[in-house]
C-alpha cells in the first residue's frame, strides 16, 4: 500500500556530509509525521529526528549542531542533511512515515528498508 524509498547512504570520511531521502509512494492521503531512525550494530534502533507536517522538528542530542531535517510535501518526501559526521553516525538509516489511506482513515506507521552510513574511524 505505502513503500517507502531511502537513498543517500554510503561511505564518507569523518567530518564530510551525506544527504538521505525518503520517498513515500503509493495510496497515500495524507502524511503527519516524518523521521530518521537509525540502528547500529548491537544497539537498539533510535531516533536521529522527526519534523511533522506543521514543520516543526526534533532531534537527538547526538546530532544537534549537525544534522538537518527537512520535508518537501508536494513530493512526500523527508531529507536529512548529515554535516560534520563521525565514526559513531555509522549506522543503518530507516525512514519512518506516519500515513493516512484515506480522508478521515486512521494513521499507520510505515518504514524504508534501511540506508548503510559508515564513517571510518
Known amino acids: 500500500q505505502v513503500q517507502l524509498v531511502e537513498s543517500g547512504g554510503g561511505l564518507v570520511q569523518a567530518g564530510g556530509s551525506l544527504r538521505l531521502s525518503c520517498a513515500a509512494s503509493g495510496r497515500i492521503f495524507s502524511i503527519s509525521a516524518m523521521g530518521w531512525f537509525r540502528q547500529a550494530p548491537g544497539n537498539q534502533r533510535e531516533l536521529v529526528a522527526t519534523i511533522s507536517s506543521g514543520a516543526t522538528t526534533n532531534y537527538a542530542d547526538a546530532v544537534k549542531g549537525r544534522f538537518t531535517i527537512s520535508r518537501d510535501n508536494a513530493k512526500n518526501t523527508v531529507y536529512l542533511q548529515m554535516n560534520s559526521l563521525k565514526p559513531e553516525d555509522t549506522a543503518v538509516y530507516y525512514c519512518?512515515?506516519?500515513?493516512?489511506?484515506?480522508?478521515?482513515?486512521?494513521?499507520?506507521?510505515?518504514w524504508g528498508q534501511g540506508t548503510q552510513v559508515t564513517v571510518p574511524s
Open positions: 519512518r512515515s506516519t500515513v493516512a489511506l484515506k480522508n478521515g482513515g486512521t494513521y499507520n506507521i510505515y
